[in-house]
């Protein structure tokens, strides 16, 4: 069973910056694929950033490339989202998710993912 809590989000005007922490419970954090997604009001959940165990590899929703980085500390159980050059349309909920055996082909599926955490919101204005 593994827990997750968000935070960092915030309102924030375009070009500005902010970094998303995701806070993890247990013991195995590491053997976790890590993933950030995005739900914006109307919208359907959207998948944002991801990790492998590992950290060996990275993955990015091509609108997010260059201005969103994931990161992550297993000695702290924590993920993180790096965001700079906000811009309105990533106005959203965001969401932490842990998935065990993801596999490569999945990582941009939200059903691949076995944990969520309850989401920070993060408004953007221009």
């Known amino acids: 069973q593994v827990q997750l809590v968000e935070s960092g989000g915030g309102l924030v005007q375009a070009g500005d910056s902010l970094r998303l922490s995701c806070a993890a419970s247990?013991?195995?954090?590491?053997?976790?694929?890590m993933g950030w997604f995005r739900q914006a009001p109307g919208k359907e959940r959207e998948f944002v950033a991801a990790?492998?165990?590992?950290?060996?590899?990275?993955y990015y929703k091509d609108s997010v490339k260059g201005r969103f980085t994931i990161s992550r500390d297993d000695a702290e159980n924590t993920v993180y989202l790096q965001m700079h050059s906000l811009k309105p349309e990533d106005t959203a909920v965001y969401y932490c998710?842990?998935?065990?055996?993801?596999?490569?082909?999945?990582?941009?599926?939200?059903?691949?993912?076995?944990?969520w955490g309850q989401g920070t919101q993060v408004t953007v204005s221009s």
């Open positions: 998710a842990a998935g065990r055996y993801v596999r490569v082909q999945s990582i941009g599926a939200s059903n691949a993912y076995q944990y």
């Open positions: 247990g013991r195995t954090f590491s053997l976790y694929a």
């Open positions: 990790i492998s165990a590992g950290s060996e590899s990275t």
